[in-house]
């Protein structure tokens, strides 16, 4: 029995060894592009607007892509939880950010919701939202801008929530987020909210769609056009099926 074991261990460290000397085909590798595009899925409105679902209807996100910026005003990490940040005109009462979508259970989410109150001196005052995400707290992508917002003076029931799913362009990492509020009809900044005031906007485990995948390899491929490096590979499988079959019918012989 060993005698006729070793041979065939000899034989398939041989091969193994000249199958791993040879570019390994049909194997997939991760390839980033230096300048890929940041490219996102978006959807605005009240709460009330998605009803009792609890993310929106996807097939009404609209893609764009980000538009990568320094900003300078705020963005800084702080550990404050501040729940206002008053302006002359208009502030934030409260802000929050929901995140969903793991498919590949590492504890980064591709899909997020920032939701935000806004209160205002005016009885009727149209604002409208600008939404970043940095990852290094300098470089800030604005990935989303809202269409107008009425603002109902200190109304409870004027809530406004951006649904955003990253396509592409986004690694793997801990982002801070960050709103600025401006005045619809003049343009002019009103109010921010983000890491500094709310912990809630801060390290948030995020990435694309492109690495929230289960990463399966396949190193041999029987089928194609005819490559030189699979018929290599599909030559050597027969023969080992042809010595193992030669094998087994000498040990037959032998028996009988």
Do not use: C
């Given at each position: 029995?060993n ?13 193994a ?10 194997a997939t ?6 300048d890929?595009?940041?490219t996102?899925?978006s ?6 607007d998605?009803g009792?679902?609890q993310?929106r209807n ?17 963005g800084?990490k702080?550990?404050?939880?501040t729940a ?5 005109e208009?502030?934030f ?10 498919f590949?259970?590492d504890?980064?989410?591709?899909y ?6 806004i209160?205002?001196i005016?009885?009727?005052h149209y604002v ?7 990852l ?25 929530e ?5 396509v ?12 600025e509020?401006?005045?619809?009809d003049?343009?002019n ?20 769609i ?7 390899t396949?190193v041999?491929?029987s089928e194609?056009g005819?490559?030189g490096?699979t ?14 079959a030669?094998r087994?019918?000498?040990r037959s012989?032998?028996?009988v």
């Open positions: 029995m005698a006729f074991r070793r041979p065939a261990h000899f034989l398939l460290g041989a091969v060894g000249i199958l791993l000397t040879l570019p390994s085909v049909g590798q991760p390839a980033v592009a230096e890929e595009a940041k996102v899925r959807a605005a409105g009240r709460p009330a998605r009792e679902l993310t996807r097939s009404t996100f609209v893609e764009s892509e980000a538009l990568t910026v320094q900003r300078s005003r705020g800084n702080s550990d404050s939880t206002a940040v008053i302006g002359e208009a502030w009462y409260d802000a929050n950010v929901e995140l969903f979508d793991d590949d259970g504890g980064h989410y591709t997020l919701r920032v939701t935000f109150d209160d205002s005016y009885v009727d409208y939202a600008r939404l970043f995400l940095t290094d707290g300098i470089n800030w992508d604005e990935y989303h801008v809202t269409d107008d917002i009425l603002i109902e003076g200190t109304s409870p029931f004027d809530d406004y951006v649904e955003t799913e990253l592409s362009g986004f690694p793997t990492g801990l982002y801070d987020a960050l709103i509020i401006y005045d619809a003049f343009g900044f009103l109010a921010e909210f983000g890491p500094v005031d709310s912990s809630a906007f801060s390290l948030l485990p995020l990435e694309d492109d690495n929230d995948t289960v990463q399966t396949v041999i491929s194609g005819g490559g490096t018929g290599t590979y599909s030559i050597f499988a027969l023969f080992l099926l042809a010595v193992f030669a087994n019918r000498q012989l032998r028996v």
